[in-house]
Structure formats: C-alpha cells, structure tokens
C-alpha cells in the first residue's frame, strides 16, 4: 500500500497542532508529499518528520481538518466511536425523550470530533451536512451506521442538504428510507413545518432553542418585533408565552408565508401576528410601531474576519435602529451567528449602538447556542454564536 499524502509543517508552526486545534492552515504547511486530492486522507508531520496528526486534505485556507491526534486508525470503526459518543451526549441530556422537543442537533463538527459534518434530528429525520469534501465522501457509510445506531429512536429518513456548504457541486436529498419532503417537528410545544429542500441550514435555526425557551418567558403581554424572523421560531415562542401581539419582518416571501402557516397550525387564524415580507433597514425607516420586546437574529454579517469591520456596522446600525424604536423599560434580544465576531467585538458593538441612540442600556445575560451545541476546549472558534439581552431605557 502507498503512504498517505503528508503535509511537513514549518519549523515553529507545530503549537496549534500539539494543543490539537483541529484547524491546519496552509500558511503553516511548508511542503506537500504526494499529491492528495480535496477529500483524501493526509498525515501531518512536523518538520523533523514526526508524525502529529492526520486529517481530510482541501486546498483552502484551512488546508486539514484533524480527525486524530492519536495515530488511531480512522476506518469504520473509528467513526462508529465518534458517531456513538455524539449520540450518547445527547442522551444523556434526554433529547429522544423530550415530548415538547423533538429537534435537536445530534453531530456538532468539531464539538463532537467530528470536523466538518454536522447533523441534526428532526423527529425521526436524521439531516446531514457537510462542510469539507472528505467528509462528504463518507455519507454512505454514516448512513448505515446512523440508521442502524438509531434504529431504537425510531429514525425514518436521512437527507443529504450539503448542496449550501461544499465548494464542489452536491445535489440535497434523500440518500435513506422515506421521502419526506416536509416534516412537522415540535420545539417547546409549538409546532412547525420544515421544509428540508428550502430550509436554511439544514432546515431550521436549532441552536436558537433555549434562547426562544426564554422569548417565552419574557413576552407576557408585550408588543414584540421579531426581525429577520425566519419561519416564525421566536414569533412562535413569543406567542406561547403570551404576547399581546406579534410582527414578524422577514425579506423573504416565502420564509413569512411558512411563519404565517406555522402560526395559524399553533394559535388559529386569528392570532395576533402579522407577517410583513421586508428589508429590516427599510422596515426600520418606514414604519414607527414601538414594541416591547424585540428579537434581532440576523444572518451572519461578517463572513470572515476580511469583512469584520464592514459585518460589525452592520451589526451597529440594526441594533441602533431597534433601540431607537424600542419601548422605555423594553427588552433587546440581539445576536451574532459570525464566527469572526467575538464576544468583546458584540459587545462593543451594542456599545457604540447605544451611545448612538442616546438610551440607557443594561446588559442582563449573554446569550450563547443552545446545550446539544457543544465546543471542543480545543476549539474556540465554535463558539460561533453571541448573544446579548439587553434592558433599554
């Protein structure tokens, strides 16, 4: 047998690797032996030519997405740990047991040692996603093992949606069991549809769960704006909790038309919601409603840290509107989804958009992702999501 593909790194560029971040950039490489192709399996050696970790090669900025530090064989059995041990997390929360729950995230990429897949239950549909070829490549084997590790959960389907994430062309759909183009899930009790097809991310916003647990708690008889709604999660929360009344703003016709279904499955056709298809900026400008509560869950603004700047005057200008708009004695829910903007950049940010605004602003709780959303130590960059709760006067 041929020897893996290796990648010698550069002289004083081995610390990242000996503290086992997953992440290998090229600019830490300083040659390739062989020639891998995106996808392959590599061996990483230092420049000595000792062994540190082998990984799935792509020719990116992150050049290798460590799988082991171990020098353990990474064959079927590998990922069968990997995949059970995931599984077993989750379980131990109780989330296959939960009657008010049925989605949740079952495989975090690196939070889970398993760089570059994720994957997420939706009541008995198993949706994977991959963000590296190499991974990719081994869905037929995840299928087995996932349909035969979950067998007991009552799993019916897997859908392949990586069509979003990978540079080389892939097709979503089902690649096990039943078609199910749409399927109903229940978080806290409400119900939605997911489309698996249309849905962004891999159908819906899971790591938002506890965040919206807490909408609920917070929305007893409040006017509450939720922006960037998506197809109604919060909306959906809000109204459970008690919520006088409820505007969703979204761009997208067909994510409102999906909150508007959504809403009337739970609360009928008279709740007090109104869905408006708009540009948040622009809504912001046109109309002056004053709410209580108001949620900004925008998409991400700063792609990479190349754009960070320009992400974060995204950030400042949205939340400076909403302050502007909000209720004195109201409540600001505002997030980040950016991996390139951390913790003390947000809340910077929501500074400077106070100062802005002329209001008197309390920070009341940070807002991370949700508990089936774990962060490798090793790893600090998954903590991707940043969220503040903010008190305006």
Request: some cysteine.
């Amino acid at each position: 047998m041929n020897p893996r593909p290796r990648l010698i790194v550069a002289r004083g560029k081995e610390k990242a690797i000996q503290r086992r971040h997953p992440w290998i950039f090229s600019g830490a490489v300083r040659r390739i032996e062989g020639t891998p192709q995106n996808g392959d399996l590599v061996d990483v050696a230092d420049s000595e030519g000792h062994w540190m970790a082998c990984g799935h090669y792509q020719p990116d900025t992150i050049i290798c997405k460590v799988l082991s530090f171990d020098n353990a064989e990474v064959d079927e059995a590998f990922f069968r740990r990997r995949i059970e041990s995931a599984i077993a997390y989750r379980r131990r929360l109780g989330f296959f047991r939960r009657p008010d729950t049925n989605v949740f995230r079952l495989v975090n990429g690196e939070g889970d040692f398993l760089p570059g897949l994720i994957c997420d239950w939706y009541g008995g549909v198993l949706v994977m996603q991959a963000h590296s070829i190499g991974m990719h490549r081994l869905f037929p084997l995840f299928a087995t093992l996932f349909s035969t590790l979950l067998d007991g959960d009552g799993i019916v389907s897997i859908f392949d949606k990586s069509s979003a994430t990978l540079a080389e062309g892939s097709a979503d759909g089902f690649v096990w069991g039943a078609e199910l183009p749409e399927q109903e899930i229940v978080e806290h009790g409400n119900r939605m549809v997911i489309n698996f097809f249309e849905g962004q991310k891999t159908g819906f916003f899971v790591d938002q769960r506890e965040n919206r647990g807490l909408v609920a708690e917070l929305a007893r008889g409040c006017r509450v704006l939720n922006c960037f709604g998506y197809t109604g999660g919060f909306t959906l929360a809000a109204l459970r909790g008690g919520a006088e009344y409820v505007e969703t703003v979204d761009i997208s016709k067909k994510a409102i038309e999906l909150c508007n279904r959504n809403v009337e499955l739970n609360f009928g056709t008279e709740a007090p919601h109104r869905g408006v298809v708009a540009d948040v900026l622009r809504y912001f400008d046109t109309d002056d409603s004053q709410f209580d509560l108001i949620i900004l869950d925008p998409p991400a603004f700063a792609k990479n840290h190349r754009s960070l700047q320009q992400g974060l005057r995204g950030y400042r200008n949205i939340n400076q509107k909403a302050m502007e708009r909000i209720k004195s004695g109201g409540l600001l829910l505002t997030f980040s989804c950016s991996q390139a903007v951390g913790r003390d950049d947000f809340q910077t940010m929501a500074f400077t958009a106070a100062a802005t605004a002329h209001r008197e602003v309390r920070i009341v709780r940070q807002l991370p992702h949700a508990i089936d959303h774990p962060v490798s130590i090793y790893h600090p960059e998954g903590e991707y999501l940043k969220g503040l709760l903010l008190h305006i006067e």
